[in-house]
């Protein structure tokens, strides 16, 4: 498994604090829902991340 250089992880965080970009969120799914959350995104009609808010 290749996961890239440190160099390059370094750079994509620089790119994305100076661009301020941020997660497309599909969807919230509460720690108690986590089964449903697990569901929904093997449906594979997700577009963006699947959170499952354990707070």
Do not use: C, W
């Not at 996961?3 to 919230?28: F, W």
């Amino acid at each position: 498994m290749f996961v890239g250089s440190r160099t390059n992880l370094e750079a994509m965080l620089r790119a994305v604090s100076q661009h301020r970009l941020r997660p497309v969120i599909d969807k919230v799914f509460a720690f108690t829902e986590a089964g449903d959350a697990y569901r929904y995104f093997q449906q594979g009609d997700v577009v963006g991340k699947v959170i499952i808010d354990g707070a």
